[in-house]
C-alpha cells in the first residue's frame, strides 16, 4: 500500500508513524512514515534532515519526548489520545490515532526479528489564542485539580503569598517531593524563584551561581532546554545530562532523582516555569493535563502582577483587592471618551455587585467583609483574568472586555455565576452590555449598572429581604 496516497485521504494536518514493539515488550524508535500535503512544512524544520523517505527516524526534524509518550502509549495500548498544549509558538491540538497495520508489501525497513510493527495516525489543528473549551475538556479529577490551583491563586492579595500556595498545591497534587513557581520579567530580565515558604530570591541567587549563570540565564537556558516543546516530565535525568550538563550536576547535589519543567507563557511569551522534583510517576498523565491548564491561570497571574507592578507607580490599585481602583477605571474611561485611546470594536461591559457585604460587616466585622471582598475579587479574576477589573465602589466592580464576542463575555457570564454559587459566601447582582459598532462606553456602563440593580432587586425579593448590600 501507498502511504502517501492513503494519508492524502485525511483533511487536516496529518503524518503518520510507526515502531517496533520488540519481544521484551520494549519499543524501538519512532518512523516517519507519511505527511500528507497540508502538512508538508513540518519536513522543513529541520533544514539539516536527510531527504525524506518512508520509515526515515522522526528525530531527524526535531524531538520531543511528550510527543513520543503520546505516539508510543496510543499505538501500543491501541488507544486514541488527544493533547491541547502550548507549544512552538502557537496552542496545538493534537489527535493521536491507533492504525491497523495497512503496509501490505515490504516494509522497506529493517525490523528485529519477532518484533510487531505499530503505527500512529497523528493530525493537529493549532492557532495563536487559546480555546477555553478546548482546555476544559479534562477528567473531573483534573478539572478540581486546576480549580484548587485557580483558588490559591486568587485568595489573598499579596502575589508572593498566593503563588506559594499555589506551589504547595501543585506539588501535593504531583505528589513531589519539592516545587516551586520560577517567574521571568524579560522586559526588566529578572526573575523571582517562590516555593511554599515563599520567595526565595537568596537562594535562587546560590542556585544560578553553582551553573555559573544569574537568574535570567538560568531561564533562558531552561527554554532552550524545552527544545521547542511545552514541558518536560522526565523519569530520570538522562535528557538533561545531554542538554545541560551543568544543570544535571546541580540537581545531582539537591539528591534530585527525576524533574517536572513546565514553560508558563503569556500571550506566547515566557512569564515563567513549574518546577517540581522527585514526582509520582505512577500519575505522570493527570499531572501534564493539570499543569497544561493551570499554566494558564498562572500565567494571567504573572502577566497581571508584572502589570500591576507598573500600575502601582501611578497609584492606580486598590490595596485590599489588587485590581484597579476608581482612579483607574476613570481614567481608563476618560481615555475613550476623549479619544486618546481608540474603542476596540466590541466591547463587554459588566457590573457586578457584591450581595450581602453589608450585613457581614454588621454581624461578623469589617475585617470579615473585607475578606467577602478579596474573595470576590478572586472570582472576578478567575473568570475575566485577561479583562480590565475595577473596584468602582465599596462593593461594586466593573470588568471592561475588549474585542471580546457576545457568546465569550455570555459564557463568562455563565461561569462567574456557576462559581459563585459554589461558595458559601460570595454572591454577584450582576448586569452586562455588549457594545459594538458606534458605542458609547459611558452609555454602556450605566446601563450594565441598571441592569444590575434590576438583578439585585430580583435577589433581595427572591429570598423576602429588603434591599441591602
Given at each position: 500500500m501507498d502511504y502517501q496516497s492513503w494519508i492524502e485521504g485525511i483533511n487536516g494536518l496529518a503524518s503518520l508513524y510507526s515502531f517496533d514493539i520488540l519481544e521484551d515488550g520494549s519499543f524501538g524508535e519512532i518512523r516517519l512514515m507519511a505527511v500528507n500535503s497540508q502538512n508538508v512544512g513540518m519536513l522543513q524544520m529541520n533544514p539539516n534532515a536527510p531527504e525524506f523517505y518512508p520509515g526515515i527516524p522522526y528525530r531527524n526534524y526535531w524531538m520531543d519526548l511528550n510527543f513520543e509518550s503520546f505516539v508510543y502509549k496510543c499505538a501500543s495500548t491501541p488507544e486514541p489520545l488527544y493533547s491541547y498544549v502550548n507549544a512552538r509558538g502557537v496552542w496545538l491540538k493534537g489527535f493521536y490515532l491507533p492504525v491497523a497495520?495497512?503496509?501490505d508489501g515490504e516494509k522497506g525497513f529493517d525490523s528485529p526479528e519477532g518484533s510487531r510493527t505499530v503505527f500512529c495516525l497523528y493530525v493537529i489543528t493549532y492557532s495563536d489564542h487559546a480555546d477555553t473549551e478546548s482546555m476544559l475538556q479534562k477528567s473531573p479529577e483534573v478539572a478540581n485539580a486546576v480549580l484548587d490551583i485557580g483558588v490559591k491563586l486568587h485568595e489573598t492579595g499579596d502575589f508572593y503569598r498566593s503563588m506559594a500556595d499555589a506551589a504547595k498545591q501543585i506539588r501535593q497534587f504531583c505528589g513531589a517531593e519539592k516545587c516551586s513557581l520560577y517567574t521571568v520579567d524579560k522586559a526588566k530580565r529578572k526573575c523571582s524563584f517562590i516555593n511554599e515558604a515563599g520567595l526565595q530570591n537568596q537562594f535562587l541567587e546560590n542556585f544560578a551561581a553553582q551553573m555559573g549563570r544569574t537568574p535570567y540565564e538560568v531561564a533562558e537556558v531552561w527554554e532552550e532546554d524545552l527544545a521547542l516543546s511545552d514541558c518536560l516530565l522526565l523519569d530520570d535525568l538522562q535528557v538533561i545530562e545531554e542538554r545541560d550538563p551543568a544543570w544535571y550536576?546541580?540537581?545531582?547535589?539537591?539528591?534530585?532523582?527525576?524533574?517536572?519543567?513546565?514553560?508558563?507563557?503569556?500571550?506566547?511569551?515566557?512569564?515563567?516555569?513549574?518546577?517540581?522534583?522527585?514526582?509520582?510517576?505512577g500519575r505522570k498523565e493527570q499531572i501534564k493535563e493539570t499543569l497544561e491548564l493551570s499554566t494558564f491561570l498562572l500565567a494571567a497571574v504573572i502577566e497581571n502582577h508584572h502589570l500591576l507592578a507598573r500600575l502601582e507607580e501611578r497609584s492606580t490599585i486598590d490595596a485590599l483587592t489588587q485590581v484597579g481602583n476608581r482612579n483607574a477605571?476613570?481614567?481608563?474611561?476618560?481615555?475613550?471618551?476623549?479619544?486618546?485611546?481608540?474603542?476596540?470594536?466590541?466591547?463587554?461591559?459588566?457590573?457586578?455587585?457584591?450581595?450581602g457585604l453589608k450585613r457581614v460587616n454588621d454581624e461578623a466585622?469589617?475585617?470579615?467583609?473585607?475578606?467577602?471582598?478579596?474573595?470576590?475579587?478572586?472570582?472576578?479574576?478567575?473568570?475575566?483574568?485577561?479583562?480590565?477589573?475595577?473596584?468602582?465602589?465599596?462593593?461594586?466592580?466593573?470588568?471592561?472586555?475588549?474585542?471580546?464576542?457576545?457568546?465569550?463575555?455570555?459564557?463568562?457570564?455563565?461561569?462567574?455565576?456557576?462559581?459563585?454559587?459554589?461558595?458559601?459566601?460570595?454572591?454577584?447582582?450582576?448586569?452586562?452590555?455588549?457594545?459594538?459598532?458606534?458605542y458609547d462606553i459611558s452609555a454602556a456602563i450605566q446601563e450594565a449598572d441598571e441592569r444590575m440593580y434590576r438583578d439585585k432587586k430580583e435577589y433581595y425579593r427572591n429570598r423576602g429581604a429588603g434591599m441591602q448590600s
Open positions: 497495520d495497512i503496509w550536576r546541580s540537581l545531582c547535589s539537591f539528591g534530585i532523582k527525576n524533574i517536572i519543567l513546565y514553560a508558563i507563557r503569556y500571550n506566547q511569551a515566557l512569564v515563567g516555569f513549574i518546577w517540581a522534583a522527585n514526582y509520582d510517576l477605571m476613570d481614567e481608563c474611561i476618560d481615555g475613550y471618551v476623549q479619544k486618546k485611546v481608540i474603542l476596540p470594536e466590541s466591547m463587554g461591559v459588566i457590573f457586578a455587585d457584591l450581595n466585622g469589617h475585617e470579615a467583609g473585607d475578606r467577602l471582598l478579596m474573595r470576590a475579587a478572586a472570582l472576578l479574576k478567575i473568570v475575566f483574568g485577561e479583562g480590565s477589573i475595577f473596584r468602582a465602589g465599596g462593593d461594586e466592580f466593573v470588568v471592561l472586555c475588549p474585542d471580546i464576542t457576545e457568546d465569550k463575555m455570555t459564557e463568562q457570564m455563565s461561569q462567574l455565576r456557576g462559581m459563585a454559587d459554589k461558595t458559601t459566601d460570595v454572591s454577584f447582582a450582576v448586569g452586562s452590555v455588549y457594545c459594538t459598532g458606534a
